[in-house]
């Protein structure tokens, strides 16, 4: 066996086995093996009338889409013929970086370490981001199977956490005292908002492609359900969730049409690919 075998087969083992500990982590999570579960947890710091920026509750349903992706990617590219794909090789270590990180993240809420679960969700952002940004670096065509599990999976994943992220600082902070963060009109909430939504906006920028638009779409409108609906309500932080879901789904749709419009080789070259790569498309 030649080197880049084993290496190949060490990072499809590391993948399926960090994806098995996020589930497990997952289910301690929902309290299925008894105790709080992360709504309660930490003295109902994630609860969905916790702070300005907490969705309503249904929008957590995403995770099980995105937990059954990565499922269903950990099986995949373990089969025998996955091995040696460079898409495999370009995301592998990064799908499997994210899944430990989120297992991490759910131990540190449940611990009510939530200072420390806003370090773990941003470090998860940042793994998302490069991630996809590798995924965007390759041709668009591609297999079903790597257009659902990849560049959905990764793109459902990203999106969320980008939501997330911001709704977790926001519980950090209304948790050590500040009220600013739980209370109307909640203008730092807003301002944080905003943050999550440039990266969303730069994520659409880069990549065109729906599943990171359509997350973070599904967070921020489900900020404005629980901000209109449920105390406590704060109309600026819920009319602001709406315009910035709008515009990620105008400029994600832009960028769509224009790349498929141009065709896989000046997509290529919009998302940063070398003009070798181009060329050798073009030929």
């Not at 611990?111 to 470090?123: G, L, Y």
């Not at 959905?152 to 005292?177: E, R």
């Not at 599904?218 to 900020?223: A, K, P, Q």
Request: net charge positive; with cysteine.
């Amino acid at each position: 066996m030649s080197q880049t075998e084993k290496s190949d087969r060490v990072r499809r083992i590391v993948v399926l086995l960090t994806v098995a500990g996020s589930i497990v982590a997952a289910l301690f999570g929902s309290g299925l093996f008894g105790g709080a579960g992360i709504s309660d947890a930490a003295g109902g710091a994630f609860a969905a009338d916790a702070t300005v920026l907490a969705p309503a509750g249904f929008a957590f349903s995403i995770w099980s889409v995105i937990y059954l992706g990565l499922v269903a990617y950990a099986v995949w590219q373990f089969v025998p013929a996955q091995a040696s794909k460079p898409r495999h090789r370009a995301v592998g270590y990064g799908v499997a970086a994210s899944a430990l990180l989120n297992a991490v993240w759910i131990m540190c809420v449940l611990a009510w370490r939530i200072a420390e679960s806003f370090v773990i969700i941003m470090i998860l952002l940042g793994v998302l981001l490069t991630t996809f940004v590798r995924v965007c670096r390759r041709p668009r065509r591609g297999t079903a199977a790597e257009i659902v599990l990849i560049d959905g999976m990764i793109g459902l994943y990203l999106g969320w956490v980008t939501v997330a992220a911001a709704a977790n600082l926001a519980a950090w902070l209304a948790d050590v005292g500040i009220a600013e963060w739980s209370e109307a009109p909640g203008v730092p909430g807003t301002l944080t908002l905003i943050g999550a939504g440039l990266v969303a906006l730069f994520t659409a920028w880069r990549g065109g492609r729906w599943a990171p638009a359509a997350a973070t779409s599904w967070g921020l409108l489900w900020i404005a359900i629980g901000r209109w609906a449920e105390d406590p309500a704060a109309p600026v932080v819920a009319s602001t969730a709406v315009v910035l879901a709008a515009l990620v789904i105008l400029l994600s749709a832009a960028r769509f049409w224009h790349r498929t419009r141009n065709g896989d080789s000046q997509g290529l070259a919009a998302d940063g690919g070398d003009a070798d790569t181009v060329a050798a498309r073009r030929s």
